[in-house]
């Protein structure tokens, strides 16, 4: 009795194999879904002049009282509970429901309603994110620190500059939510089982009334397809990933051996055994965040591998793994959030590391090509002049004009400004570079591609 199936059956279903079947205790977080997919199915149905209008409202006002009266059951799926529930309250009109449809697109429309929400979610906090980084780049737009590659010190860019490459990142990701967005907006209901249904149901009616964009375009296609599920995988990937390698360079930088940055005590914690500790916890955990997002898209991945066409039992896995992401995700992306506002950099030990590893190096070779010589030359005669120094123990600010014209009489006083800091960094001044001014017109841009990407949302 509480199976939608079993007219051809004989013998019970094994118990233990019945609980194992069982999926219940997943769908119930589809549950609302499940309520505004079935109600808006309910006015497509007396649209379609199959439900008379007394029996539209009556079954429209049975949700609401099983919604409000939802308790754990041990039915197989959400969509037994729902439809006992709905024959409990209505009687023979509760089984009208399944005119045109199936499980099989029934749970795959659910679960795109439900993601669509969850995306405007996670477009609202990457919309936060994002604007709290651009408003950090634009308060340090000027301010020197080491870039770095291969973790050594290689030349000074700006804190803006920076920081900014956090927003490309997740403008980037920005952009795969979209996507992701698009691929949800396709309705599948209508498409039954797999082959359509044999009724004058017109699938535009619950496409809009759910306010999906466009309707599949095939019905095997529909209920087999996870397409969705697997762009949302991918963007959880990438961002984490993105997150992982923010958190990496944070956690170095709060190190006692760069001190760049200051912990808050709003997002660290201590040691049960070292007093004076203070920890980067938070960037830690989101680190470690990528093993789980990451298995949970191989999971996915490997259920629809060898699935032949069209709709099979291994999709009843695909949903944990979905909800694992969007939890993990979006509290991952809030903690995040909280934690860029209360950043506080060392900007003297910034500026002190800049000055070393003679990050200017490459200054002093474009400068000798600007004097007339070529690059691989000029590199060789920067490389014998680091030797000298390191000889001496001594930094580029440290040495006479004296004795770099000793290693190339090119070398003339203006050699000084560019192997300053500042000189170094005002020099980068091509689109996208580190130069100060660049750098206000990239957050300009910034900006402008944010509010265009919101616009775009809605």
Known sequence: MNKLWGGRFINKIDVDIEIYLNSFNIDKYLFNYEIKVISSYIKCL????????????????????IKKNFLYSNVEDIHSYLERELIKYNGELGKKIYIGKSRNDQITTITKVMLLEEIKKINILLIFIRKSIIFLAEKEYNFPLPGFTHLQIAQPVTLGHYLLCWNEMFKRDHINLLNCKKKCSYSPIGSAALAGH???????????????????????????DRDYIISFSNFCNIVITHL???????????????????LSDLISSGSSIMPQKKNPDLFELIRSKTGRIYGNSVNILTILKSQALSYNKDNQED????????????????????????????????????????????????YLVKKGLNFRDSHLIVGNCIKYCEKKKINFYNITLEELKIISFLFEKDIFYCLSIE????????????????????????????????????
């Open 46 to 65: 007396f649209l379609s002049s199959y439900i008379n209008s007394s029996e539209k409202q009556k079954l429209i006002n049975s949700l609401f009282l």
């Open 198 to 224: 044999n009724y004058n149901i017109n699938r535009n009616i619950v496409k809009n009334i759910l306010n999906f964009k466009n309707l599949t375009e095939n019905s095997i296609d529909s209920v087999s």
């Open 244 to 262: 992982s390698r923010i958190c990496e360079d944070l956690i170095i930088w709060s190190s006692n051996k760069f001190d760049f940055l200051k």
């Open 319 to 366: 949903k944990e793994s979905l909800f694992d992401n969007i939890y993990t995700i979006k509290n991952t992306l809030n903690c995040f959030r909280k934690c860029l506002p209360i950043l506080k950099f060392n900007k003297k030990n910034m500026y002190l590391s800049a000055l070393e590893n003679y990050s200017t190096a490459t200054d002093m070779a474009d």
């Open 423 to 458: 000189g170094s960094i005002k020099s980068k001044n091509n689109y996208g570079s580190t130069a100060p001014n660049q750098v206000i017109k990239s957050i300009q841009r910034a900006k402008f591609f944010l509010n265009n990407l919101i616009l775009k949302f809605k």
